[in-house]
């Protein structure tokens, strides 16, 4: 039986009416973020997200982790749907403009602790592992390939930037991931009741979040994470290029605000 909205449609009806409203917002306003910095990093965010989310998704749907119902998708590339492709660039723009409305730079260098960028990827590192472990168990499977998928991105952000992202921007990063969050989980929720897309039992733990997967729950938080940590990290970068002057990460100037906000 068809479903009774296609995965086209339901991009239609759900994640573009929002987008256009938030990046309207986000132009319009005077408070708001946009131009050459923001935009440039969340080109960059797309094209990572498109590269190094297609060789996993086309990974888990041959498995049998989700599949789509009758009649949902136009057709695929690989083993994806070409509506999931889009759902790769649609979500980043999604999250990143509702994070341009209150998108802020903090003032503090470059050049954090060499124990805090060990720390901060070591964090990644060990959710890789433990996401390697899980992958060895059927009913773990989906949780495991998204933790050891998701691990060497939060390694990455956390080892440039764990020190500011705890210490200078805590509250704008749980503002930024609260809200769009929430909403793909409650339209995840729709689609799945739709029968657009379904989650396997046999790859999953069982264990649900608001009537979704938990796993799902995870997947869209996780993704919001890359997106979010990224663009402020990008911001936080392109704030302070006389840190790149002279000899870089190293320059008097870095040190001495380093010392002073230590």
Do not use: H, K
């Given at each position: 039986m068809s479903v009774p909205l296609t995965y086209m449609e339901f991009h239609l009806v759900f994640i573009l009416p929002p987008l256009l409203v938030l990046g309207w917002f986000a132009w319009r306003r005077d408070d708001a973020s946009w131009g050459r910095a923001p935009l440039s990093g969340l080109a960059i965010m797309l094209f990572l997200a498109v590269v190094y989310?297609?060789?996993?998704?086309?990974?888990?749907?041959?498995?049998?982790?989700?599949?789509?119902?009758?009649?949902?998708?136009?057709g695929t590339i690989w083993y994806t749907p070409i509506e999931e492709y889009l759902f790769f660039i649609l979500q980043p723009i999604l999250t990143a403009f509702w994070l341009f409305q209150f998108l802020t730079v903090e003032d503090r260098s470059l050049l954090i602790p060499l124990s805090h960028r060990l720390a901060g990827a070591?964090?990644?590192?060990?959710?890789?592992?433990?996401?390697?472990?899980?992958?060895?168990?059927?009913?773990?499977?989906?949780?495991?390939?998204?933790?050891?998928?998701?691990?060497?991105?939060?390694?990455?952000?956390w080892a440039f930037g764990i020190t500011y992202l705890i210490k200078e921007v805590p509250r704008l990063l749980a503002v930024a991931l609260v809200v769009p969050t929430l909403y793909l989980w409650t339209v995840d929720r729709i689609a799945i009741g739709l029968g657009i897309w379904s989650i396997s039992e046999t790859h999953t733990i069982g264990l649900s979040l608001l009537g979704l997967p938990v796993e799902e729950a995870l997947f869209f938080f996780l993704t919001n994470v890359f997106l979010v940590q990224g663009i402020v990290l990008y911001m936080w970068l392109l704030d302070r290029p006389y840190e790149?002057?002279?000899?870089?990460?190293?320059?008097?100037?870095?040190?001495a605000v380093d010392s002073e906000r230590a």
């Open positions: 989310t297609t060789p996993w998704t086309n990974v888990m749907i041959p498995r049998g982790v989700w599949w789509y119902g009758d009649g949902a998708v136009l070591a964090g990644g590192l060990a959710i890789c592992v433990l996401g390697y472990f899980l992958m060895g168990t059927t009913s773990t499977f989906y949780l495991g390939s998204l933790l050891f998928w998701a691990g060497p991105i939060l390694a990455i952000q790149f002057a002279g000899v870089g990460w190293f320059s008097e100037r870095a040190q």
